[in-house]
Structures are given as structure tokens and as C-alpha cells.
């Protein structure tokens, strides 16, 4: 066996075990710590902010809108209420629709949404033509 073969499988040896070293340290041993350490020092925000009802069923997120409804469905005046979103606020989600401005399915969202809200807030509903 040649000198080149024999200095070639050796490096090709180092390289897979420095390889498998730095795998197992970086993307197992530094995980578990950051994710310990996060415990330990900050749990709540940690584990996302997770909002629990009085049964300790998750609604949601501090962090993402949420929708305040009765019973009915029906907004519940004393929360502002967020804008529309193409999830619901489910809390499991945050995310738009993938309709582009002249889709009419948008537009005609939108305008039942903005009837929802002149209805709620006791207001006339905006006139986009008016606008322009």
C-alpha cells in the first residue's frame, strides 16, 4: 500500500469520527442543554406561552390573536377583536390566506367582514370606492 492510499484513509477515518463527534455534540448534547437551561430559566415562554382555560384545556397563545367569542359565537364587546384570519384563531396556527388582491372570494371576505364589525361597533361601513 502506498503512502497517498495509507494518508488518505486515515484523513477519510478522522473526518467520519470528528463527523460523528460533532453530531452527537452539537445536535444532540448542546440541545438537551439549551433546552434544560430554557426550563430552568424561563418555563413559561419556554414552552410558548400557552394560554389554558379554567379546565386547563390550551386556547391558545400570549403571543397570537385570539378570537373572544360568547357561547353564540358573537363577539364579546369588552376584548378588542382581531383582525380576520384564515385560521379561525384556533391558537394551533398562525397564518393568511394564499388569495392574491383580486381574488373575489377575498374581496367578498372581506366585505362581510367589514359588515361584521360596522354591525358590532354601531358605525357605517367603510366604502373602499369611496376612497380612491
Known amino acids: 500500500m502506498n503512502t497517498a492510499t495509507r ?6 477515518w478522522v473526518a467520519i469520527r470528528a463527523m460523528a ?7 444532540v448534547v448542546y440541545t438537551f442543554a439549551i433546552t434544560g437551561v430554557g426550563q430552568l430559566v424561563a418555563p ?3 414552552n410558548g406561552s400557552v394560554v389554558t382555560d379554567s379546565e386547563g384545556e390550551v386556547v391558545g397563545s400570549a403571543l397570537l390573536g385570539q378570537s373572544f367569542l360568547d357561547a353564540d359565537g358573537n363577539p364579546l364587546p369588552q376584548y378588542f377583536q382581531s383582525r380576520p384570519s384564515a385560521e379561525g384563531w384556533t391558537g394551533t396556527n398562525s397564518y393568511g390566506s394564499n388569495f392574491g388582491p383580486e381574488n373575489q372570494d377575498l374581496i367578498d371576505s372581506i366585505q362581510s367582514f367589514k359588515t361584521q364589525i360596522a354591525a358590532f361597533d354601531g358605525v357605517p361601513v367603510d366604502d373602499v370606492r369611496r376612497m380612491r
Open 7 to 12: 494518508s488518505t484513509g486515515r484523513t477519510l
Open 21 to 27: 463527534l460533532f453530531t452527537v455534540l452539537l445536535g
Open 44 to 46: 413559561w415562554q419556554a
